[in-house]
């Protein structure tokens, strides 16, 4: 069986790379690549799996989980 872990919702890269930024306080070097595989627009996955078997909803933000897991990292590498 194959369960599906995400919000459900979809995200452009664009607001992950701003909250990655905003999060750690870096300004992330961004490199624009042209591509020679055609590219996929939109990926939103479906958790209704997840959901029916574990009765549990999304209920953390994107920025709150990546904020969570930020200083998950810092604190397990001892960086502040």
């Known amino acids: 069986t194959t369960l599906n872990v995400g919000s459900g919702k979809g995200t452009s890269l664009q607001t992950v790379i701003d909250l990655c930024e905003k999060i ?3 300004t992330l070097r961004i490199e624009h690549m042209l591509s020679q595989v055609p590219m996929v627009q939109d990926i ?3 958790v209704s799996k997840l959901e029916g078997i574990t ?3 999304s209920s953390i933000s994107m920025e709150k989980g990546m ?3 930020d200083e998950r990292i810092r604190r397990e590498l001892g960086i502040r």
């Open 24 to 26: 750690t306080g870096k």
């Open 44 to 46: 939103v996955l479906d």
């Open 55 to 57: 009765g549990i909803h």
């Open 67 to 69: 904020r969570m897991e």
